[in-house]
């Protein structure tokens, strides 16, 4: 009995949608009158100055011009002409690039641009001008920092292949005074068939002993401690 409810309302279902796809100009009326009406409620709040920080925010350009709230609008002015004297006042070299833009690829570019949409006015000539050359500017300054980054790690590249190369150099001179000193204490033994190493090479590299184990002259296996250098001066 429920499949026989189920089945009208599925295919009520499948007809809707079927002529929707068949009508994509009235799909598209549908989405445009949903979202100019999600805009009249914005409105609406924006100005009878219910949660409007938020709905008059939610306001798209083209219904600017309708809305009546001042507090909103004096807000937004008060932002674009601070947005604005950051530059051509204040002289900040980065907010200067920033306004001149004129693009969205940089998300900081794309805010201070919108604010600066609610200024109210046309920006003068001297304003663009100041604009203009405050942002070459700091884009040569950009320029000049990062050709000084890229001359700088060329030079710490340099350095850090000398420091490795030394360090090598260093392991290798260590090892030879290792094996030097080990093959001075085997020529000294009264059995040089004896000597065993009791500590490994890198312990001698990093401690600068030689531990060892060999017969003496009664035939009794001995340790003894060579110290082979100073780790600290090696």
């Known amino acids: 009995m429920k499949r026989l409810l189920l089945a009208p309302l599925l295919l009520g279902l499948l007809i809707s949608n079927s002529a929707l796809a068949g009508r994509p100009n009235l799909r598209n009326n549908l989405k445009k009158e949903a979202e100019n009406q999600k ?3 914005y409105l609406v709040l924006c100005n009878q100055n219910n949660n409007w920080k938020n709905a008059c925010s939610k ?3 083209i219904n600017r011009n309708r809305i009546t709230n ?3 609008i004096n807000a937004r002015k008060d932002e674009a002409i601070k947005t604005l004297e950051k530059c051509t ?3 900040d070299t980065k907010q200067c690039e920033n306004l001149a833009s004129n693009t969205s690829k940089y ?3 794309a805010e201070e641009i919108q604010k600066l949409s609610w200024l109210g006015r046309e920006i003068t000539m001297q304003e663009k001008k ?3 050359d405050l942002a070459d500017q700091h884009m040569e300054e950009r320029k000049r920092l990062i050709e000084e980054w890229d001359k700088g790690k060329e030079e710490r590249e340099k350095m850090k292949k000398e420091r490795e190369k030394e360090k090598k150099e260093k392991e290798v001179r260590v090892k030879n005074i290792v ?3 080990e093959r001075l204490i085997i020529k000294n033994l009264k059995d040089p068939d004896s000597y065993r190493r009791l500590n490994t090479r890198d312990n001698q590299i ?5 531990r060892y184990s060999a017969t003496n002259s009664f035939g009794g296996r001995v340790q003894e401690v060579f110290k082979c250098f100073d780790p600290e001066n090696k």
């Open 107 to 109: 998300l900081k570019s």
């Open 59 to 61: 306001v798209s350009k």
């Open 130 to 132: 100041i604009m203009r």
């Open 89 to 91: 006042v204040l002289r």
């Open 179 to 181: 094996r030097l000193c």
């Open 206 to 210: 990093a401690t600068g002993f030689i």
């Open 70 to 72: 001042e507090k909103f």
């Open 39 to 41: 805009q009249e409620e």
